[in-house]
């Protein structure tokens, strides 16, 4: 029935836009603990940014709450549903190297730069500003729409945790904090850890040792499970063969496959370092993990018992298995990709724990249940046990389901293009609502400058996509 121009309508408020994106952008809002008190868990900047977007909303004729300073929202329309627009107003820290200051928000070459302009306070005001468009028009809508603001979205997600406790789960939504078309799939996340005690390994039936020509006495590597290792260090003590022995046969090894590393004979003890390529666990198969290659070259030793059961299931069940083909978990998934295994963290003390810590991202038809029962089965056979640290289940909205169709036509209508829609490994905001896909703001083929200094968002791409959210609001609320 209608016909609304929805890009000539945003173009109408450019002004008043900018001037509101401008402005939210030059309050600080980072995490800041020292300045936190009831009502602002997370700081005095991230208090004010959400103030002033409540402030928009309300200025707009919208009711907005207040939830304990964790999260708000803004609300307008009538009905039973309701359509959530979940974006956050947290930024992470500014670091170093801006061109220009990263919290004066200026208008270089057709781009607002500042932290948070396309991550998300930008595309938060985008999507108040694309409410604000569907009320002064004044359409019908057969549902209420709710723009909800999280605050801690960079750091521990309690912002929406707390929220929906008390707050109701929208019927379905999106959120504009990642790519466009629409992120629809979303795989399980886990880290996990995974130890042997010195005394689990000493209860074990073993068989009886060769002479060893060393014995490991540390090894680690990395600190993040969702990160692959880019540097290794272990530490042996020379037994049936010498220290400069031990040295050499490590440069030789490093000179045969091409990788860089070192080797230190010092005070008795033979330091061995390996340097990798470190890359998000998303994908480890793109990066070389130094924990591992420099397992791989122990387990071809004769070290001490521990030493050598330790290098060998890593050998064994981690090295180069970047899909758990080894552990007997890998599966590929038509829609969402691969189950994908990184080891991220490696520690070793001879008379300690030895403990892994591990990433596994699984698509939606490779269960949790299932594949931890296998890994738990190939664990016990080294003694290790299993503790699970982070999980986060797989996330897809049905293809089918009229928010992934009405937000495709949507996109289609607005950009002619066609509205491809993607799974992913990583999370977005956008599997803390129910039934919740991520739409833009990020275009196709611009570079993604989020968390990285001159962090920018085109002022055409934000009008685009105000234009998007707009009428996505009026689509699924009339
Ligand atoms: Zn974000």
Redo the contacts with the bound molecule.
Sequence with gaps: MTSVNWLEETEKRKDELLAAVREFLQIKSVLDPATARDGAPFGEGIRRALDYALKVCADAGMTVKDVGGYAAHAEFGEGEELIGILS?VDVVPEGDGWSSPPYAAEIVDGKIVARGAI??KGPAMAAIFAAKIVKELGLPLSKRVRLIFGTD??SNWQCVKTYFQTEEMPTMGFTP?ADFPLIYAEKGLTDLTLTQTADAYAAQQRPPAARPDAKLLALSAGLRMNMVPDKAEATLEPLAMTGEELAERYRAYLRDTGLSGEADVRGGQVLLRMEGVSVHAMDPSKGVNAGTELLHFLAGLTLDERGRQFARFTDRYLHRQHYGEAIGIAHDDEEMGPLTLNTGVIRYEADGDAVFGVNIRYPHSQPFERWRAILEERLAEAAFSLEVVEHLKPHRVDPQHPLVTTLQRVYTEQTGQEAEIIAIGGAT?GRSLEVGVAFGPLFPGRPDS?HQRDEHIRVDDLIKATAIYAQAIYELAK
């Design positions: 956050h991550d998300d979205e960079e904090d905001y989020a």
